[in-house]
């Protein structure tokens, strides 16, 4: 399974590892996801999503139709 989430479409991003002399390795920043278990009440039915830390912020903010809606809105399901 890939690490993107499904809601906001944020992705790993890449960089450098630095060290004291300024060597630099690439290295991964991958993004903090959970698997979470949402209840839609206008299609009466639970759905499983894959989402990151920022989009549940924003799903406690907004409520899960508003945030599916712009997902939807903007092509990401």
């Known amino acids: 399974m890939s690490k993107v989430c499904e809601l906001t479409g944020k992705r790993a991003m890449?960089?450098?590892n630095v060290s004291f002399s300024i060597n630099k390795t690439r290295?991964?920043?991958d993004v903090n996801l959970s698997k979470?278990?949402?209840y839609i009440?206008?299609?009466d039915r639970w759905v499983t999503l894959k989402v990151s830390?920022?989009?549940l912020k924003s799903i406690n903010k907004k409520g899960i139709s508003a945030v599916i809606k712009e997902a939807k809105a903007k092509?990401?399901?």
């Open 53 to 55: 830390n920022k989009a």
């Open 36 to 38: 979470k278990r949402f």
């Open 75 to 77: 092509g990401l399901i």
């Open 27 to 29: 290295r991964r920043f």
């Open 14 to 16: 890449f960089g450098n």
């Open 41 to 43: 009440p206008e299609e």
